[in-house]
Nanobody, 123 residues
């Protein structure tokens, strides 16, 4: 069974930082892209970032570029999202998602999700 467990969320003031972590199990972690998705209160899901299998390629939504950094450690089956210069607009539940394997061309391979960790940015 696939498990994705997020941690690291909390309450921070604007301009502050948090580091989110995701521990994965139940699949060949190193074969899969890993994605972070967030959901702000009352809004839909928003893709945030994706990291490829060996960390050679990363992608971010425009609103977080330069502020967030995604990384992974395949030996530990973990992925992290460093959130810097946080804004109130970043308030959301952040989900770690098992994305498609590198050899798949599926349009949407995000088939397994964690339960999420809440980030609240407020003064």
């Amino acid at each position: 069974q696939v498990f994705l467990v997020e941690s690291g969320g909390g309450l921070v003031q604007p301009g502050g930082s948090l580091r989110l972590s995701c521990a994965a199990s139940g699949f060949t972690f190193s074969d899969h892209y890993i994605t972070w998705v967030r959901q702000a209160p009352g809004k839909g899901l928003e893709w945030v970032s994706t990291i490829y299998t060996d960390s050679s390629i990363t992608h971010y939504t425009d609103s977080v570029k330069g502020r967030f950094t995604i990384s992974r450690d395949n030996a530990k089956n973990t992925v992290s999202l460093q959130l810097n210069s946080l804004k109130s607009e970043d308030t959301a539940v952040y989900y770690c998602v098992k994305d498609r394997p590198w050899w798949s061309q599926a349009a949407d391979g995000m088939d397994s999700w964690g339960k999420g960790t809440l980030v609240t940015v407020s003064s």
